[in-house]
């Protein structure tokens, strides 16, 4: 079951005014505070990013435009192939963000 956008923020209010309720206001303030730091933690899901490869530098601090160029010259041995992490338009260099978070994140253990 899909619920809109206004009905989640409706119970979410309404579990949180109870938990308020319930147990005071600091477990409410703590409640709205795990919530706004869980939501920074997910990448915005609502569209799939394809970052120019110029302008990587722009979103991200690493690796450099230069490193991610290596990257994508090296896509048939290094995975990105695999994972879809580049697209072409022409002569146009797109990294899809997504993409490329979980090649990055491929050999980590959870």
């Known amino acids: 079951m899909k619920f809109n956008k206004n ?7 309404n579990k949180i005014e109870a938990l308020g309720k319930k147990y005071g206001s600091e477990a409410k303030a703590s409640v709205i505070e795990i919530l706004s730091l869980e939501k920074n933690l997910r990448p915005d899901n609502k569209e799939n990013r ?7 530098n722009k979103y991200y601090d690493y690796p450099t435009v230069a490193g991610m ?7 048939n041995s290094n ?3 695999e ?5 072409k338009e022409g ?3 797109f990294i ?3 993409a490329y978070l979980r090649w990055q994140n491929r050999n980590k253990v959870s």
């Open 69 to 75: 160029r290596m990257k994508v010259f090296n896509r």
């Open 50 to 56: 394809l970052i120019p490869l110029p302008q990587w």
């Open 7 to 13: 009905v989640i923020e409706f119970m979410i209010n």
């Open 91 to 93: 002569k146009r260099v």
């Open 79 to 81: 995975g990105f192939n």
């Open 83 to 87: 994972y879809g992490v580049v697209h």
């Open 96 to 98: 899809d963000e997504q």
